[in-house]
C-alpha cells in the first residue's frame, strides 16, 4: 500500500481540528518574561501555540514538545525558530562581511555550520537569509544583509537557503529558511528603521524583489513579512504582495510569518481601526503566522464566527503551517533535533562545540583592504606594536548584531591575536585611548537597545587623560594600530543614524596619534559604510574587518602580519559624506551626466564634493598587485538564445601569491526605458600565484540582458551592450557586441 502523501496527510490531519485549534497553530509565541513557561506549556496543550522562538537549548524546548506531543488533544508537534544569521554558538562575520568575500563556498560553510549547530540546540527554523538590498548606510540594519546588488545578494541568498536546509529541511542537521524581510525593507525613507517604502513597480521588480524570489526558488520553506509599507499599504496587509506576487506569481507554496508584532502595528499604521480589523486583514492579506500574537487568539474566533473571515482563510494558512511542520520532518519524529535527554550536552557553552577554523576561514576572507601605502602592511613580527582603540580588546563587538546564541566570553579580540601571532618575537602596548562615544545619551541607548544587560562600558577617565596614554605607547612602538568604528549597537535594529562619521571621541583619538609620526594603521569595526575622508587621508593602511565573529582576533592579526593575503571586496559603496546618500553604482542614466575632468556646471552633481563615492562597490586591494588584459569576445553579435563568450587574461603581477575576484557587468547602450549605467552578472574569485597568468571566461547569453520594461515585462530588447570587465565597478575594460 503506498504511503500517504503530504496533502492526504495534512487533509486528514485538518479535517480533525476544531477552529481554536487551528487558530492555535497560527500563533508563533515568543520566549520571555511576558509568559513563563508553566503559562507557555498549558497554552500548548490546549492547541493554542504553534510554534515558538528564543528558546535555543533541548532541555528548554524538550518540556514544550512533550506538551504538545503528548498532551494536546491531536499531537500536533511545535517548531522551535530563532535568528540565526550569522552563526550560533560559533558566530561567523555578519551578512555583510560575508558578502565582502564574494566567496560563495566560504557563505556557504558559515550558513551550514550554523545550521548544524542551531539543529544539534533543538532549533528547526531560522529567520534567514535577510536579503533586503540596502542602498542607505544610514539604516542601522545594513550589518544584517548582503549589500547594494541585486545580483550579488541574489547568489549569495540561493548558497545561504540551500546550505541552511541542506539535503533536505526535515534532515536531523538542517534548518528551514524563512528569508526576510519580504519585501523592500532595505528601502526604507530616509535609511530610517520601520519607516515607508514608495517605489515603482519598475524599480521594484529590477532592483529590489530579485533576491527575495532568488531565496525562494532555491527552495527557502518560509518567509517573514517585513514591518514597512510598500506604497501605502503595510506589507502585513498587502494582498498584492502576499498573494498575488507571492503565492501567485512566484508560486511560494511555504509558511508566511509576520515580524514581531506587526499585525498589531497595523492600527498605528492606521489602515485598521483596532485589533478586530488587524487580524482580518492580515490573514486575509495571507500571514500564516502571528509572531508574538495576541490578535489571532483573541480576534480570529470571532470573525469566523461572524461571516467576516472565511474558513478558508484560516484552512490556507493552517495547511502552510503544517506543512512546514512536515517538511521540518516533525510529524515523522517531533524529537529529531531534541533528540533523547540522556544525549544533551552537559555544557552547551563548551568549547568543543565550536567551529573556530571555520569562523576563522571565513573572517579572514571577509575583510577588505581599502587603502595601504608604502606597503605599510603587513607587519613584521617583531619590534613594539602600539594597539589603540576602544574596539580592540571588546569581545561583545567582536560578534555584531544578532549573535544568536554566541558567549561574548569566548570571541577572541585583536588584543589576543595580536599577541598570540606575535608570541615571544615582539611586544603589543595595549591602551584604550577613546571611549566608543563620549555622548551619555547614546551610551544610554545602546545599553537599553535590547541586550540582556548593558554591554557598553566607559572609562570613567578624562578623556584627555586616555588620549595622553595612547600617545605615550604609541611614541614607544614602531607602529600603531588603531581599533576604531561603531559599538555593535551603533550597527543593529532601529540603530538608523544620521551621521555616518566615526564617534567623535575616536577621531579625536586618531588625530592625536597621527601627531606622533608613527605608521598608523586603522583597523574598521563597523556595519555600515562609513564617511572616511580623514581616516583615508591620514592613515598609512586602512583595514574593514566589519564586525569578525568569534574568531575575530584571530583572523584579522592573519591579514595584518601577512598570513593570509586579503582578498575582500565591497559589496556596497562608500560614499564620501551622508550628502551624497544615495550612493550606489548601478544607478540609472542621466541626460545631464556629471563627466569627471570635464567642467560641472549644468550637470548631475554637488559642486562642493566630488560625485563618485570614496570607495566604490566591489573594490579591494590586495598585498599583490594584478592586471586585466583587454577583453576579446568570442563574436560580434549575439542571436536570440545564443551566447557569446567574453574573455579577458588576468595576471598576478606582484610579490605574493593572492586571490581577487574578476568582475562582469552589462551596459545596455539603448532600451526603451532608461537603464542602469552597468550591472553585475558574473564574478570569478581565482588564486593567482606571483607571476602566474590565466584566461577568465564569461558567458554571456540572452538571459543576462533581460530586464523589467515599462510595461514589467521581462525581455532582452535588441541592440549595442557593452561588456565590462574588471577589479571594481569603476576600474573595466569594455568591448561591445550586439543582440540580433
Do not use: C
Not at 205 to 234: E, F, K
Not at 359 to 378: C, F, I, K, M, Y
Not at 705 to 730: C, H, M, R, T, W
Amino acid at each position: 500500500m503506498p504511503a500517504e502523501s503530504k496533502d492526504a496527510f495534512i487533509a486528514r490531519l485538518m479535517a480533525q481540528m476544531t477552529l481554536d485549534e487551528k487558530i492555535g497553530q497560527l500563533r508563533l509565541i515568543s520566549i520571555g518574561p511576558d509568559m513563563t513557561h508553566e503559562q507557555i506549556n498549558k497554552e500548548i496543550a490546549a492547541g493554542r501555540i504553534g510554534g515558538t522562538f528564543n528558546s535555543v537549548t533541548r532541555g528548554e524546548n524538550r518540556p514544550m514538545q512533550d506538551a504538545a506531543v503528548k498532551h494536546s488533544r491531536l499531537g500536533i508537534p511545535m517548531f522551535f525558530a530563532y535568528d540565526v544569521v550569522h552563526g550560533h554558538r560559533t558566530v561567523f562575520p555578519i551578512s555583510l562581511a560575508q558578502a565582502s568575500s564574494w566567496d560563495m563556498q566560504a557563505i556557504a560553510l558559515a550558513a551550514r555550520t550554523s545550521a548544524i549547530e542551531a539543529s544539534a540546540d533543538s532549533l528547526d527554523m531560522t529567520f534567514a537569509p535577510m536579503v533586503d538590498i540596502s542602498r542607505d548606510p544610514r539604516w542601522g540594519r545594513t550589518s544584517e544583509g548582503f549589500g547594494e546588488d541585486p545580483y550579488l545578494v541574489s547568489e549569495i541568498a540561493k548558497v545561504t537557503v540551500r546550505a541552511l536546509q541542506g539535503s533536505s529541511p526535515a534532515a536531523p542537521d538542517s534548518l528551514m529558511a524563512s528569508v526576510k524581510h519580504f519585501a523592500l525593507y532595505g528601502a526604507v525613507e530616509g535609511g530610517r528603521d520601520y519607516n515607508i517604502v514608495d517605489m515603482s513597480p519598475m524599480r521594484m521588480y529590477q532592483d529590489y524583489l530579485p533576491p527575495y524570489r532568488a531565496a525562494i526558488d532555491a527552495g527557502a520553506g518560509g518567509v517573514m513579512v517585513a514591518l514597512n509599507t510598500v506604497n501605502g499599504i503595510p506589507a502585513s496587509a498587502n494582498t498584492w504582495l502576499m498573494q498575488d506576487l507571492l503565492r501567485k506569481d512566484w508560486g511560494f507554496k511555504g509558511v508566511a510569518v509576520s515580524d514581531h508584532g506587526a499585525i498589531e502595528e497595523l492600527t498605528r499604521h492606521g489602515v485598521a481601526k483596532d485589533g478586530r480589523e488587524a487580524a482580518r486583514l492580515a490573514i486575509k492579506a495571507g500571514i500564516d503566522m502571528s509572531m508574538a500574537d495576541t490578535l489571532y487568539l483573541k480576534e480570529l474566533p470571532g470573525l469566523v464566527k461572524s461571516g467576516d473571515v472565511p474558513m478558508g482563510d484560516i484552512d490556507n494558512a493552517v495547511r502552510e503551517v503544517l506543512g512546514a511542520k512536515y517538511d521540518m520532518g516533525l510529524f515523522d519524529d517531533p524529537y529529531r533535533r531534541i533528540g533523547a535527554a540522556k544525549d544533551d550536552p552537559p555544557d552547551v557553552n563548551a568549547e568543543s562545540r565550536l567551529h573556530r577554523a571555520a569562523a576563522r576561514d571565513v573572517a579572514r576572507r571577509s575583510q577588505v583592504l581599502l587603502e595601504n601605502r608604502d606597503g605599510t602592511l603587513p607587519l613584521k613580527k617583531g619590534g613594539t606594536i602600539a594597539l589603540v582603540g576602544p574596539l580592540a580588546d571588546s569581545r561583545v563587538d567582536m560578534m555584531g548584531s544578532w549573535s544568536a546564541a554566541g558567549v561574548p566570553e569566548q570571541s577572541v579580540t585583536l588584543l589576543e591575536g595580536l599577541r598570540d601571532a606575535l608570541g615571544d618575537r615582539g611586544k603589543v602596548v595595549y591602551a584604550r585611548g577613546a571611549n566608543v562615544t563620549d555622548d551619555q545619551a547614546i551610551v544610554d541607548y545602546l545599553n537599553f537597545l535590547n541586550w540582556d544587560k548593558p554591554e557598553v562600558e566607559q572609562d570613567p577617565r578624562p578623556a584627555g587623560d586616555m588620549i595622553a596614554e595612547a600617545v605615550e605607547a604609541a611614541r614607544r612602538a614602531d607602529v600603531v594600530v588603531a581599533a576604531v568604528g561603531e559599538s555593535r549597537g551603533m550597527s543593529h535594529e532601529s540603530s538608523s543614524r544620521t551621521s555616518l562619521f566615526i564617534p567623535g571621541s575616536q577621531r579625536e583619538l586618531l588625530k592625536a596619534l597621527k601627531t606622533t609620526g608613527k605608521p598608523l594603521v586603522i583597523v574598521l569595526m563597523n556595519g555600515r559604510p562609513l564617511d572616511l575622508n580623514w581616516e583615508r587621508a591620514n592613515a598609512d593602511a586602512l583595514l574593514e574587518t566589519w564586525y569578525a565573529g568569534t574568531e575575530a582576533g584571530h583572523a584579522i592579526a592573519d591579514v595584518l602580519f601577512g598570513d593570509y593575503n586579503p582578498s575582500g571586496k565591497l559589496p556596497i559603496s562608500f560614499p564620501r559624506s551622508v550628502g551624497q546618500i544615495p550612493t550606489y553604482y548601478n544607478h540609472l542614466r542621466l541626460g545631464r551626466p556629471f563627466t569627471p575632468g570635464k567642467p560641472g556646471n549644468y550637470t548631475s552633481q554637488y559642486f562642493e564634493e566630488k560625485t563618485d563615492p570614496l570607495y566604490p562597490f566591489g573594490y579591494g586591494l590586495s598585498y599583490t598587485s594584478f592586471s586585466v588584459s583587454g577583453i576579446t569576445l568570442s563574436a560580434p553579435s549575439m542571436p536570440r538564445g545564443g551566447r557569446i563568450q567574453a574573455s579577458v587574461t588576468v595576471k598576478n603581477t606582484g610579490p605574493r601569491d593572492g586571490e581577487t575576484v574578476v568582475q562582469l557587468y552589462i551596459r545596455d547602450v539603448a532600451a526603451s526605458v532608461v537603464r542602469p549605467v552597468k550591472e553585475l552578472k558574473g564574478f570569478r574569485k581565482v588564486a593567482l600565484k606571483a607571476g602566474e597568468s590565466r584566461v577568465i571566461r564569461f558567458d554571456v547569453d540572452e538571459a543576462m540582458l533581460k530586464f523589467f520594461n515599462a510595461k514589467l515585462e521581462y525581455a532582452a530588447e535588441p541592440g549595442d551592450f557593452d561588456v565590462q570587465i574588471g577589479l571594481d565597478s569603476e576600474a573595466v575594460k569594455s568591448a561591445r557586441f550586439e543582440l540580433l
